[in-house]
């Protein structure tokens, strides 16, 4: 199983069991250290996860459980730290005068 996309707050994570025909419900989860304990993220089931702001500074799993023709249960390795979103930079004008 994988995890693509990149991580940093507001950007998606996609999950991806194979083989592919094989069907999954999922639960993603963080934690502070990459190899420390992780907690399941509230309502988080899908093959996707958008990166909210309180997992910022922390790494990501996603846990899938096989169903179907497909059964048991398989855990990603984890992701980079999750980095905060990027910040547009305000542009200033600065208006010229003729002194």
Do not use: C, F, H
Request: proline share 2%; charged share 20%.
């Amino acid at each position: 199983m994988s995890i693509s996309g990149t991580a940093q707050v507001g950007e998606i994570l996609t999950a991806s069991v194979e083989p592919a025909e094989a069907t999954a419900s999922y639960q993603w989860q963080s934690a502070s250290e990459q190899e420390g304990d992780y907690s399941e993220i509230t309502d988080a089931v899908n093959n996707t996860y958008t990166l909210t702001e309180g997992e910022s500074g922390k790494y990501i799993k996603v846990k899938a459980y096989g169903t179907g023709e497909y059964t048991g249960e398989i855990i990603s390795d984890a992701t980079a730290l999750v980095t905060p979103a990027v910040q547009a930079t305000a542009r200033r004008k600065v208006k010229k005068t003729n002194a």
